[in-house]
């Protein structure tokens, strides 16, 4: 396995589904999804999602920063779904570490501008 294939492996994983949410293939290279016959079971968001792609007139959606929690790990995942004939492809694209990291900077954004403003108005308040 060349360097491409294991960050794609590691990063990316294909599920194709029927209309009904019944899993026909995975390659588990993010989740292990073989005990699951039906992928609604995995995440309660397939139940309403599956439903909606099939009425879509284009049968693709996007869905950004979805939190699945296997039971052993928690990981954040941009999902696309795309209606094929007779199945729907599901790639999940596994961006745990951006995210997590976009929320620790985001986090010492917030606590730097909560810093700032308590200077600021202990200031402002001490002036009156």
């Known amino acids: 396995m060349d360097i491409n294939e294991i960050?794609?492996?590691q990063k990316l994983q294909l599920v194709t589904?029927?209309?009904q949410g019944n899993i026909i293939n995975t390659d588990n290279s993010i989740f292990h999804?073989?005990?699951t016959k039906n992928i609604k079971e995995f995440h309660p968001i397939f139940e309403t999602i599956l439903t909606q792609i099939c009425e879509?007139?284009?049968g693709a959606i996007a869905i950004p920063c979805l939190r699945i929690d296997?039971?052993?790990e928690k990981k954040y995942c941009d999902l696309?779904?795309?209606k094929e004939t007779g199945y729907i492809t599901i790639l999940f694209f596994n961006l745990t570490t951006r995210?997590?990291?976009e929320h620790t900077n985001l986090s010492i954004n917030n606590k730097s501008s909560i810093v700032e403003n308590s200077k600021t108005?202990?200031?402002h308040i001490s002036l009156l």
């Open 33 to 35: 999804l073989d005990d």
């Open 56 to 58: 879509e007139s284009s």
């Open 7 to 9: 960050f794609y492996h």
């Open 121 to 123: 108005n202990s200031n």
């Open 80 to 82: 696309r779904l795309k």
């Open 70 to 72: 296997n039971g052993i």
């Open 17 to 19: 589904v029927d209309y």
């Open 99 to 101: 995210y997590k990291e």
